[in-house]
């Protein structure tokens, strides 16, 4: 036998399971601060898709017949993806870089680039070290706003 329940009822016991989302106090208030003031907040963005590199991705890339891209690096972030005409783009970074470090600071995980990109914030250089084919470079790139869903780039 079926019971029939109210609908008023029914949201009330789906909001019995909260969900809950932390970010670091640093952020929230500085999302709040940008709310206050401008009445919107810009994130940060450079432009790249960024995995942390294994042994095993290392090894698939270097194993991959076709491919043009040799990672030499043991450890640091694989760049997968650079969006056209994106910051990191515009100053030269490319698919399969390897971040070794950001404003000198060592980065160990795609989550750390994502910290460091938005600690640094709009308007400030960002450096950038990479390993390409074996070799060291160094960028300095300015993030910008991210843009919105209907401005694809």
């Known amino acids: 036998m079926f019971k029939l329940i ?5 949201e009330l016991r789906f909001l019995n399971y909260r969900i809950g989302f932390a970010i670091p106090i640093d952020t929230a208030q500085r999302i709040a601060q940008e709310l206050i003031a401008d009445g919107k907040v810009e994130y940060p963005y450079l432009g790249l898709q960024t995995l ?9 890339i270097n194993n991959y ?5 040799r990672i030499v690096a043991d450890q640091g972030i694989l760049v997968v993806r650079v969006v056209p005409r994106s910051p ?12 070794q ?9 795609a989550e750390e680039v994502q910290q460091a990109v938005e600690k640094n914030g709009l308007n400030n250089n960002l450096q950038i070290q990479v ?10 790139v ?7 869903p209907t401005n694809n780039q």
């Open 88 to 99: 990191a783009a515009r100053v030269g970074i490319r698919a399969g870089d390897v971040i």
């Open 131 to 140: 390993v390409r084919n074996g070799q060291n470079f160094e960028f300095t």
């Open 65 to 69: 017949p076709n491919s043009n891209i």
């Open 6 to 10: 109210p609908k008023e009822r029914l």
């Open 101 to 109: 470090r950001i404003n000198n600071q060592p980065v160990k995980n």
């Open 52 to 60: 942390t590199l294994s042994n095993v991705v290392k090894q698939k």
């Open 142 to 148: 300015q993030p910008e706003p991210l843009p919105s």
